[in-house]
T-cell receptor, first 112, second 108 residues
C-alpha cells in the first residue's frame, strides 16, 4: 500500500462545523475522486477531478466542496449544509478517467 | 435508470466449493464492468475488468449482455478469498456506479 493517503483515519466534529478531509497521492495521477460509503450501500461519487484546477460534481455533491490546486492533493470539505455527514469517505485516483482507480484507506467522519 | 445490483449481501461457502457472486446491471449504453475487492484491513482494489478478459486469483467474470449480468466465478474457493466484493459499472463519462457489495466468507 501507499501512494494515496487520507488523513485523519477517524474524525469527530460537532454539528454545524465545517471539516476538511485530506487526500494526497504521489502516483502522478491526473484524476482524483471522492466517494461516500454508508452501511449496506455502494460507493457514491461526491466530486471528481480529471485534471488540476478542474473538478465536477458527482451524484451527491450537495453540502460538500473540493479544490484541486495541486496535482497531488484533492481535499474535501464537508460543510454544515450537509444534512447527514456521518459516513466513511474514500478518496481514489487514476492515471486518467478511463483507468483503474486506486483507493486510499478512508476517513470515518462522525458528527456529534 | 443506471443501476448495479448485487442481490446477496452475504455469501458463505466451504473451502473447495465453487463460488459465484452475482452482479446485474441496468444501463442503456455499452457497459464496461469491474469487480473490486476489499480484503480485511486492506484497501479497496481492482480485481478484474471485463475488457481485459483475464483470470485473476482464479476468478473470472463474463459479461452477459442478454441477461445484463457480470457474475464473478471461481471453481474452487480458498480461505484467502474471504473479502468484500463490489461490482461497478463505468458510465459514458467514465464515472463508476457501484453495487452495494457482497461479503464472501469461505468456511474451512
Amino acid at each position: 500500500d501507499g501512494g494515496i493517503t487520507q488523513s485523519p483515519k477517524y474524525l469527530f466534529r460537532k454539528e454545524g462545523q465545517n471539516v476538511t478531509l485530506s487526500c494526497e497521492q504521489n502516483l502522478n495521477h491526473d484524476a482524483m475522486y471522492w466517494y461516500r460509503q454508508d452501511p449496506g450501500q455502494g460507493l457514491r461519487l461526491i466530486y471528481y477531478s480529471q485534471i488540476v484546477n478542474d473538478f465536477q460534481k458527482g451524484d451527491i455533491a450537495e453540502g460538500y466542496s473540493v479544490s484541486r490546486e495541486k496535482k497531488e492533493s484533492f481535499p474535501l470539505t464537508v460543510t454544515s449544509a450537509q444534512k447527514n455527514p456521518t459516513a466513511f469517505y474514500l478518496c481514489a485516483s487514476s492515471i486518467d478517467n478511463t483507468d483503474t482507480q486506486y483507493f486510499g484507506p478512508g476517513t470515518r467522519l462522525t458528527v456529534l | 435508470a443506471q443501476r448495479v445490483t448485487q442481490p446477496e449481501k452475504l455469501l458463505s461457502v466451504f473451502k473447495g466449493a465453487p463460488v459465484e457472486l452475482k452482479c446485474n446491471y441496468s444501463y442503456s449504453g455499452s457497459p464496461e464492468l469491474f469487480w473490486y475487492v476489499q480484503y480485511s484491513r486492506q484497501r479497496l482494489q481492482l480485481l478484474l475488468r471485463h475488457i481485459s478478459r483475464e483470470s485473476i486469483k482464479g476468478f473470472t467474470a463474463d459479461l452477459n449482455k442478454g441477461e445484463t449480468s457480470f457474475h464473478l466465478k471461481k471453481p474452487f474457493a480458498q480461505e484467502e478469498d474471504s473479502a468484500m466484493y463490489y461490482c461497478a459499472l463505468s458510465r459514458s463519462n467514465y464515472q463508476l456506479i457501484w453495487g452495494a457489495g457482497t461479503k464472501l466468507i469461505i468456511k474451512p
